[in-house]
Antibody, heavy 122, light 109 residues
Framework: QITLKESGPTLVKPTQTLTLTCTFS??????????VGWIRQPPGKALEWLAL???????RYSPSLKSRLTITKDTSKNQVVLTMTNMDPVDTATYYC??????????????WGQGTLVTVSS | QSALTQPASVSGSPGQSITISCTGT?????????VSWYQQHPGKAPKLMIY???KRPSGVSNRFSGSKSGNTASLTISGLQAEDEADYYC?????????FGTGTKVTVL
């Protein structure tokens, strides 16, 4: 059974750095073709892709947020960490992590975490 | 990279068919057959319904089908049911970046 779960602060202050952890089970990020990505959704708005890390440590970022994002993985802990610097109230959103597996559903996100709401406010 | 364009809302009666469009550019939707569709019920995480334009993951009803013509992809829901009422998002994933659509609210009348 594949599961993913996001964890991190629910409230951050403007200008602070957000650190979110995605802890997963049922697959390994050392398996060829596997990746874990982050997607966010402001309240009442659309999904926005943020970043993706692959089994071979290749990393991809949203061009509009690239300067603020860092994605890393800890294969031994089955975790992926996303950091976002200089948080602003417009970054208030539910943050999801999700898996991709190229040999099953190509690059689409086939399993998702439940999401975690992060509010940016002083 | 701009979001893909979807109609804000689409509605239909039970049993009818509806189609949601997703318009991009030759750099995303039109470039490869790498378009996916996600269903999202209120307060829930998105669920993959279609990938590679027209393929269904295991367990997804065959009432859901996808297609593409040029820079526009489409999701068709046949035999509309009450449980299909949700938000739907398309996504182009021709490499990087991933681009999601603006989202469509489907209402079952």
């Amino acid at each position: 059974q594949i599961t993913l779960k996001e964890s991190g602060p629910t409230l951050v202050k403007p200008t602070q750095t957000l650190t979110l952890t995605c802890t997963f089970s049922g697959f390994s990020l050392s398996t060829s073709g596997v990746g874990v990505g982050w997607i966010r959704q402001p309240p009442g708005k659309a999904l926005e892709w943020l970043a993706l890390i692959y089994w071979n440590d290749d990393k991809r970022y949203s061009p509009s947020l690239k300067s603020r994002l860092t994605i890393t993985k800890d294969t031994s802990k089955n975790q992926v960490v996303l950091t976002m610097t200089n948080m602003d109230p417009v970054d208030t959103a539910t943050y999801y992590c999700a898996r991709v597996y190229y040999y099953d559903s190509s690059g689409s996100f086939d399993y998702w975490g439940q999401g975690t709401l992060v509010t940016v406010s002083s | 990279q701009s979001a893909l364009t979807q109609p804000a809302s689409v509605s239909g009666s039970p049993g009818q068919s509806i189609t949601i469009s997703c318009t991009g550019t030759s750099s995303d939707v039109g470039s490869y057959n790498l378009v996916s569709w996600y269903q999202q019920h209120p307060g829930k995480a998105p669920k993959l319904m279609i990938y590679e334009v027209s393929k269904r993951p295991s367990g997804v009803s065959n009432r859901f089908s996808g297609s593409k013509s040029g820079n526009t992809a489409s999701l068709t829901i046949s035999g509309l049911q009450a449980e299909d009422e949700a938000d739907y998002y398309c996504c182009s994933y021709a490499g990087s970046p991933y681009v999601f659509g603006t989202g469509t609210k489907v209402t079952v009348l």
